[in-house]
């Protein structure tokens, strides 16, 4: 086991645990450029697969790719007045091409709104133009200082959704739609469970009128905002002067959307399903669902392997056979720090009869099936370690979420605990600011499906709503 | 058809024919970000089915995909003389990160060949960990001066293969073999004959040993390069001190390639199979293979609009209805423009005699067809339409390449006709250049199969290489 190096115990220091996890999976590594990473082949199998599965629905939903510039002239950025305050800080300045010094500065873009507004300015004449329903996968870059592996980069890669539509109904409803797109591939392809849910004046997106975010909650209690859906209102078009002819001949200023996901999923994936011994992968996301690990090099071996690789390609279950000369116990552990779902073991003693031995990475139970009927055991183990995942991420995170009532109650909680905490709020910023700056919790989102019963938990004032607080990533 | 700009016939201006159909077949439209265009629904859609048969090609030949940064360091780009001599007049420098000056400026990356040579100088100590076999697909950036849209831009987007070998043959091998992977490509699904071959030392790529290249003839006889693959030999490996322990536990230094085709090959399919109707797509490339156009809106044209789709489908044969509120005219110039191999007509005379209209757009013939017995048409038909597509372009490409055997049958040719010129050559970069000065016509690529009969066309000493020799997108 030399070539995989030791795992720090997640409980014992889980930025630690991160990093290795990350690393010795073979997800990312570090690279020479300060900033940015490589994302290495295991990792970008998996955003792969994100993308291959959200690319799906977006196009179900009658999103269409598009691709534009990646640069933005400095005036460009600056036409939106929220939106460059809000970005401008952390954007990278091109300032020369080849021998020349520009007239004008180029940014690297950190979102394409502005893009997107520039192009919909000149192509959005009449209502029969309406909706347009576009979407880019690309790479942005955000200048940050600190970086972590998926959590924070200098360069991300992603998805944005940017669309118009004639009346604020239409680009509410698409808002909500692609929240809730994104939802379900948490809920039912990651296995992750989100908090979804509007976020407050101070914490929207520079520029949109209401912002949505899927908030998930590591292992460690953290939040991590796993996507976010945002609606603009007509603040953008208006800056822009997009109008549209409507029915009636009259010209009107078109309403608009954006929403967008990224491989800090990946993160997510890591720090909501991980363990000691590394990555967990839900089936519905692993680039391999299956690893075949032949104990020893018979005759009777290679056949059973062969025969079983044979019904798992027949049956499209993703696999690898891993024949390479390494110790069985390398073998099992690095298939368990890769997360692979399910490994099979065929080893000579099972063979004596008729059977192999399957064990589920999530659990690391064992079960022994007979050769010809192990693969039409996976599909319902599939599912079932899909569910049990998922529940187990929901039981961990729902025991971590809070609830106070007094500014003392709150108080405690943040001192003593990681997670969630509900609490009902006057509306100032100044109260969220006090919660932030006391214990570095930021309010994560609107609750509305409950009452609020209490008066603002930071100034005793009459609340008006209720909220998700907690650390972020 | 008030909304479909008329096309400049290709004959009459080639140049401002591409413009056109570039731009109202919806591939691509300009931006106000100088240098950048914009990638419409329709381009990219184009550039997703590349991708995707490549991609699995790429998989299928042991290939991974991998992300690496997308700056590079000033001093990380210098590494390798020839290489920076080649790219650093032509990049995009960043100087500037949110508010600070950069210490060290980056440039966007034109190539990630220092990249993939940084990180491959971390992760390759051993024979065991060769080959390393990895893909990126991203955007490059090349500060060009003049631009057109898909032959020449600013940003571009690509696939860039880097590869590292333990041996020079196996290195030379895998360059041959992803040459090859392009060639099919495009002689079976784009339907481009293409010329491929070597290039003189001159041509090359700044850094390689061998240059591979696959030239495809427009149909203005002017050559497009269409894809390489770079034999690096240990150029680069020595460069970054790149070296692992072979099985006798020697330190030996790596061979590498690197190989790539970009969103040119859309420029080259507008080129070779447009026409003054607008674009032609072959069927295995075609994101829509078919439209169906109704013909009024009668409950009985709905009907079989229906059950044909639904045929479709089942065929998984990709489709779109244009049922929109326009005249049949409208649509069948829309349907030309937009280049869709197949367009079915849905009308009430033919449906008086259970038939339907199905018109290829390639040689725009048709053929009545029973309605249920349509779709199973239309496989034989792709088939056909593909073939065709091929033979066309392949017949007028050869009747364009000329033979010249003296420098005054080489002028009389380069002064009166569009293509391609063999030619005999001394080898000298004075005669390749003599050619390009007087007419604009550089080296495509060594011709190995065939007999050196004469002297060098320039110079009239021994002929030690015979080649194309083309005017260039």
Redesign the interface.
Same mark, same amino acid.
């Given at each position: 086991m030399s070539e995989i190096k030791a795992i720090t115990p997640r409980d014992k220091d889980f930025a630690a645990w991160y990093t290795d996890v990350v690393k010795e999976s073979g997800l990312v590594?570090y690279?020479?450029?300060?900033g940015?990473?490589?994302?290495?082949?295991y990792g970008?199998?998996i955003? !792969?697969q994100m993308q291959k599965i959200l690319d799906e629905k977006f196009k179900e939903t009658g999103h !269409?790719?598009?691709?534009?510039?990646?640069?933005?002239?400095e005036s +460009?950025l600056n036409i939106e007045k929220e939106h460059v305050k809000g970005f401008a800080? !952390?954007?990278?300045?091109?300032?020369?091409?080849?021998?020349d010094k520009l007239e004008e500065?180029?940014c690297?873009r950190p979102t394409s709104e502005v +893009?997107f507004c520039?192009?919909y300015k000149?192509?959005i004449k009449s209502y029969r133009d309406l909706p347009k329903l576009?979407n880019q996968w690309?790479?942005i870059?955000r200048?940050e200082k600190t970086t972590r592996p998926f959590l924070r980069s200098? !360069?991300i +890669?992603w998805q944005e959704g940017h669309t118009m539509h004639a009346t604020e109904q239409e680009a509410i409803n698409e808002t909500l739609k692609m929240l809730h797109v994104y939802e379900d591939f948490q809920r039912n392809v990651l296995a992750i469970p989100v908090i979804v849910g509007k976020k407050t004046e101070k914490e929207k997106f520079a520029g949109a009128e209401a912002s949505y975010s899927l908030e998930a909650m590591m292992y460690d209690g953290v939040a991590l905002q796993n996507g976010t859906s945002h609606y603009f209102g007509q603040g953008f078009a208006k800056a822009f002067g997009i109008q549209f002819l409507d029915q009636n001949n009259q010209l009107k200023t078109p309403y608009q959307t954006s929403w967008g996901v990224t491989t800090r999923m990946i993160g997510s994936l890591i720090m909501v399903h991980g363990d000691d011994r590394g990555l967990v992968l839900p089936p519905n996301i692993a680039p391999i669902k299956v690893v075949i690990i032949p104990i020893g090099d018979s005759e009777e071996i290679k056949s059973v392997t062969k025969t079983i690789a044979a019904n798992l390609k027949d049956q499209k279950i993703s696999y690898k056979i891993d024949d390479r000369d390494k110790t069985p116990g390398f073998k099992f552990s690095e298939a368990e720090v890769k997360g692979y779902p399910v490994r099979i073991e065929i080893g000579k003693r099972d063979l004596e009869n008729g059977e192999v031995t399957v064990v589920r990475r999530d659990l690391l139970t064992k079960v022994k099936y007979p050769i010809d009927k192990v693969v039409a055991h996976l599909a319902p183990l599939f599912i079932d370690i899909q569910k049990s995942m998922y529940n187990k991420a929901l039981k961990r995170r729902d025991s971590m979420i809070y609830e106070a009532n007094s500014w003392i109650e709150f108080s405690q909680i943040a001192q003593n605990k990681s997670g969630f905490i509900k609490a009902n709020w006057c509306g100032s910023v100044a109260c969220e600011n006090k919660i932030k700056d006391e214990f570095g919790m930021k309010s994560r989102c609107l609750i509305t499906d409950e009452k609020i019963t209490t008066n603002c938990v930071v100034c005793n004032k009459e609340a008006k709503y209720r909220l998700y607080f907690g650390r972020q990533y």
């Open positions: 590594d690279s020479s450029v300060k940015s990473m490589v994302i290495c082949p970008y199998a955003w !792969e !269409e790719n598009v691709q534009m510039p990646m640069f933005i002239p +460009l800080p !952390e954007v990278a300045w091109v300032t020369q091409g080849g021998s500065r180029l690297v +893009l520039d192009y000149k192509i576009y690309c790479t870059v200048w200098r !360069e +890669l």
